[in-house]
């Protein structure tokens, strides 16, 4: 009998979608992908053989040549030219120290001749007054003790304010310069009092107080601060009630109280206007001067 062999062909693969599309003459889905993937790889520098930064970093690196430091000198003085040049005060341990502002000589000698003014004014109308009172001599006297305090401490802001080792707020003079504005305070006020001893006696405690304040600080060797000037006002318009209440002087009240509100802003504004402020402030305490005399002489 003859013996049938029989061969058992393997199965022909079948092919995968994408070697039937490459098979029929298409593409693969994942062709474009892969072809703009090359492509930019291709449009690289590093590819085009054109040395990076940080292959320049690499060479040096290799080489034994650090990469070149980041000059802090000229971006410090580029931020240093964007930030505006002013003087700031600032708290260090509970001490105000106030960096050496720019020097202002001509401003500092207007607000040293504009403090005169007011001075001029008084001695002028008691020179008028018909026998003046020694309650309008007290008055006189206090404001040209002040005055005399005031040019002096401004005299000293003209010569030694560019000095980077001078901080006024340390200046025994701002120290009488403040001192005489609070015993002006006290004098005037009983002139607006009509003298009466309850209010004169409680406006001069506080004043006095102020006053000690001011003087315990210098005798500490500690600078001033803003806050003294902000208890000055306090005391000016404490002083100033008392010409509606005991008076019932409304007008000459109203005209103070604008003339010290017109100062105020010249005083607050002073930065802005590069330092004139402050003698303008000084010139409006002439017409304040003026109301307060005129209700004090009748």
């Known amino acids: 009998a003859q013996a049938s062999v029989q061969v058992e062909t393997p199965p022909l693969p079948v ?16 062709h474009g992908r892969e072809t703009e993937a090359s492509e930019a790889h291709a449009s690289t520098p590093a590819a085009r053989g054109v040395p990076t930064q940080r292959g320049k970093f690499a060479e040096k690196a290799r080489s034994g040549t650090p990469p070149p430091a ?39 000698l207007f607000s040293a001749g504009s403090m005169v003014v007011p001075s001029i004014y008084f001695a002028w109308f008691l020179r008028r007054a018909e026998g003046p009172s020694a309650f309008l001599t007290a008055l006189a006297t206090s404001t040209f ?48 009092c009509n003298w009466d001893s309850c209010f004169v006696a ?22 001033g601060s ?12 404490l002083y100033t ?17 604008c003339s010290y509100v017109v100062g105020g802003v010249f005083w607050k504004a002073n930065a802005r206007l590069d330092g004139w402020g402050h003698g303008m402030f000084h010139l409006t305490l002439v017409p304040a001067s003026h109301f307060l005399l005129r209700s004090a002489s009748t």
Not at 18 to 24: I, P
Not at 72 to 87: F, T, V
Not at 245 to 256: A, S
Request: aromatic share 10%; proline share 6%; net charge positive.
């Open 70 to 108: 980041a000059d802090k000198g000229s971006s410090q003085d580029s931020l240093d030219a964007k930030r505006p040049e002013r003087s700031k005060c600032c708290a260090a341990n509970g001490v105000w120290k106030e960096a050496a502002p720019p020097e202002r000589f001509w401003q500092e």
């Open 145 to 192: 003790a002040h005055c005399a305090a005031s040019v002096a401490f401004h005299v000293q802001c003209a010569c030694c304010g560019g000095s980077a080792s001078f901080n006024h707020l340390e200046s025994p003079l701002r120290c009488a310069d403040m001192v005489l504005i609070h015993l002006c305070c006290i004098f005037y006020s009983g002139a607006a």
């Open 226 to 237: 803003p806050r003294d000037s902000l208890r000055t006002v306090g005391c000016i318009f």
């Open 15 to 30: 092919p995968l979608p994408s070697a039937r599309l490459q098979m029929a003459g298409g593409r693969s889905p994942g």
């Open 202 to 223: 409680a406006n001069a405690a506080v004043n006095l107080l102020c006053m000690l304040s001011l003087v315990w600080t210098r005798l500490r060797g500690l600078a």
């Open 241 to 257: 009630s008392a010409l509606p209440y005991f008076r019932q002087d409304y007008w000459n009240y109203l005209g103070i109280i």
